[in-house]
């Protein structure tokens, strides 16, 4: 069966060094959502703890609750509001706002650019009256950033609003409320951090995302994905392999079927421009649901080792091709 080997020195490489560049590990927040991103996350959430990281970031209570022994605070992304002191609560609309738990603790989203969502400055007095009419207790004021990744100023432009919204509920007496917007891209091209937390999800993982100019951040890629051979066959030149027969071989050759396809997450892809292993074998013919073909003898093969390279070549982005993997699929920590 195919699976995914995750090396634990390597997620706690990345965590140490993003850990440095944030002041403390008190002031990461590990981003495990979406099973941390096809990493597993339970896994994932016991070596950040062990680590001695205590915040996490995941999406629902279902995440939350699977790892709650693991972290002081859990913040939710998107979910309805349940009183738990361990998990806070995004809060990303005024009508949200009207309708959560009070009690819940809550943590404020503000639109400061990105326009996907939380709710616009300008409604912001608005929201504070509900704030202080509700008694909701609110823990914690956000945003996040549309394109920290990107060589541009809307990094600036956008942490110059939080900066204001910050020195704003500053004045209108809250206490205990934590102030963060970092993303991974933001923490790394940022050049002293101030805030509360960095919430830090793709570099944790081993991938820095911000074009080279932005200078060297040293990350290694926790996950590698291998997958077993399953059967072996010679071809004579010219007989045609798999669906739609679109390999034809140009000699006599010997090939073997590896038991990951599309069913897995692994993209399908272009046969016409077959995907690249790692050792540099290009896939043969379609990728079937369960199985690719390859010219190797090989017991295993590794068929991602940094998904960063892998998500060029299938045109996408690091994050699609690990959240992909589906969770059936067995995870090794090595
Ligand atoms: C996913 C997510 C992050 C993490 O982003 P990375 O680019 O993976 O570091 C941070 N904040 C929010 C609100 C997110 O949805």
New binding site residues.
Partial sequence: MAYIQIDKNNYIYNLNQLAIKAGSKDKIAV?L?DNA?GHGLEIMAKIASEFGISNA?VIDNREANAIKRYFKNILI?NDTTTLNSHFSY?ISSIERLKSCNPKSKIELKIDTGMHRNGIMPDELGKAIDIIKRRKINLVGV?T?YARA?ELDSGYYYQKKIFDEIRAYFNHTGFKGVRFHSH???ALIRCNSFDEDIA?????SYGYN?LPDIFGEFNLKPVMSVWANRVSTRRLKKGQRVGYGGDFIAPRDMIVSTYDIGYGDGLPRGDSQNPYTLPNELKIIGRVSMDFITLESTKERVCIISDAKLTAKYFNTIS?EITTSLKEAIKRIVV
Avoid: E
């Avoid at 919430?199 to 570099?203: F, L, Q, W």
């Fill in positions: 981003v959502k991103y970031v992304l995004t956000m996040h990744d993303n991974s891209s919430r830090v999800g793709i570099a995302c994050y």
